[in-house]
C-alpha cells in the first residue's frame, strides 16, 4: 500500500470496545466501517460468539475492509448509510442487535486520497462525496446555490464566522468561472477568512469551509439523527451503542438525543421519543469521554473525538 493510502489508527480504541463490550456475545453493528480498525476489535472480542455488520458507503472502503476481515464468518460487509440502518437490516435478514458503534466523520485514508475533493491541501475535483456513486458533489453546491443558501450551510454546519462575506464572494467569483477543484475553493477562503489559532495550532481559512460542505453534501446531521433513531428501534435490551463525534454539531445531537431517551432524567421527553422507539436508555457516561493525552501525541487526528455511550434498558 502506498504512502499516505492507509486507513487511520481508530480513535479513542480502547474506550469504545470497554463502553460497547463486545465480548457479552450477540450480533453487532459497526456502522462507520472505514478501515476496519475497530471491527478488527469487535471480532476477536466476540471470538467466535456472533455476529458483526460492517456499514459504509464509500465502496473503497468496503471492499479493504473486507479484504482484512472477510475471511472470518462472523463478518457480514454491507454497502449503504447508516442513516438507512433499519433497510439495511431488513435487507441481510437481522431484525436486532446487541451493541452499536459509530465512528463519525472522515476517514484518514479519505482526506489523504486527494482525489476525493475533501481536503484543501491537494489539487483536486471538489467533489466530498462519501458514496461517489450519485447525488451533489460540493462543487455542484457552490456553484448553483444562492448566497444566502450558502451562508446557512457555512454559518450552520461550519460556524464560520465570515459565511456571509464568503458565500457573496463564491457568488460573485463563479460569474466569471464555475468552481471545480479544492484549490479553486481554498484561494478563495485565503482572501476572505484570515488564519486564526486553536490552542498551539493555526486553522487554515478553507477549513470550516471545506466541513460544512461536506456535511451539506453527504446530509450527515440528518443522516445521525435517523442512524441513531434507527439502532434505538433495533437493539435488544442490554443492547449499547457507542458514538464517536469529531465537532460540537454532531455531539450535540449525540448528547441531546441520549439524553432524552435516558430513563429517569427528563421523563417527558423521554416518553416522546420512547414512544418513537419503545426503548427507554441509560447513559453511561453522564460527560464525555475525550482520547489520553498520549493518544493526542500520538494520533493527533483524535484530538477533536468526543464518545457518548448509553445502555438500552428496555
Given at each position: 500500500m502506498e504512502k499516505?493510502?492507509?486507513?487511520?489508527?481508530?480513535?479513542?480504541?480502547?474506550?469504545?470496545?470497554e463502553y460497547l463490550a463486545p465480548e457479552?456475545?450477540?450480533?453487532?453493528?459497526?456502522?462507520?466501517?472505514?478501515?476496519?480498525g475497530h471491527s478488527e476489535g469487535i471480532l476477536k472480542a466476540l471470538g467466535g460468539k456472533g455476529r458483526l455488520i460492517g456499514i459504509d458507503q464509500d465502496?473503497?472502503?468496503?471492499?479493504?475492509?473486507?479484504?482484512?476481515?472477510?475471511?472470518?464468518?462472523?463478518?457480514i460487509p454491507v454497502k449503504g448509510n447508516f442513516g438507512n440502518i433499519e433497510s439495511i437490516f431488513r435487507k441481510i435478514g437481522e431484525s436486532k442487535a446487541d451493541g452499536f458503534l459509530f465512528d463519525l466523520g472522515v476517514s484518514s485514508h479519505q482526506l489523504?486520497?486527494?482525489?476525493?475533493?475533501?481536503?484543501?491541501?491537494?489539487?483536486?475535483?471538489?467533489?466530498m462525496r462519501m458514496d461517489r456513486t450519485g447525488g451533489i458533489t460540493a462543487a455542484d453546491a457552490v456553484n448553483s446555490l444562492s448566497s444566502r443558501e450558502l451562508e446557512r450551510i457555512f454559518w450552520e454546519y461550519g460556524e464560520e464566522k465570515k459565511s456571509r462575506r464568503m458565500a457573496m464572494a463564491i457568488e460573485e467569483e463563479r460569474k466569471k468561472q464555475p468552481f471545480r477543484t479544492t484549490s479553486d475553493l481554498a484561494s478563495l477562503a485565503e482572501k476572505i477568512i484570515p488564519f486564526h489559532r486553536s490552542g498551539n495550532h493555526f486553522i487554515h481559512p478553507a477549513t470550516r469551509i471545506f466541513m460544512a460542505l461536506r456535511i451539506y453534501v453527504n446530509r450527515e446531521l440528518e443522516q445521525l439523527k435517523n442512524g441513531l433513531m434507527g439502532a434505538f428501534r433495533l437493539a435488544n435490551p442490554g443492547a449499547r451503542i457507542v458514538v464517536i463525534s469529531y465537532h460540537s454539531l454532531e455531539d450535540r445531537i449525540v448528547k441531546n438525543i441520549f439524553r432524552d431517551m435516558s430513563y429517569g432524567e427528563d421523563r417527558r421527553d423521554a416518553a416522546e421519543y420512547a414512544s418513537l422507539t419503545g426503548k427507554l436508555a441509560k447513559r453511561l457516561t453522564k460527560k464525555v469521554v475525550i482520547p489520553s493525552e498520549e493518544e493526542q501525541r500520538t494520533n493527533p487526528r483524535s484530538r477533536s473525538a468526543k464518545l457518548r455511550a448509553c445502555e438500552i434498558i428496555i
Open positions: 499516505g493510502s492507509e486507513y487511520h489508527i481508530p480513535a479513542m480504541f480502547h474506550e469504545s470496545m457479552r456475545g450477540g450480533i453487532f453493528a459497526d456502522c462507520t466501517l472505514g478501515g476496519g465502496d473503497e472502503a468496503l471492499a479493504k475492509a473486507s479484504e482484512k476481515l472477510g475471511k472470518s464468518g462472523c463478518f489523504d486520497s486527494a482525489e476525493r475533493g475533501f481536503s484543501f491541501k491537494s489539487e483536486a475535483a471538489l467533489d
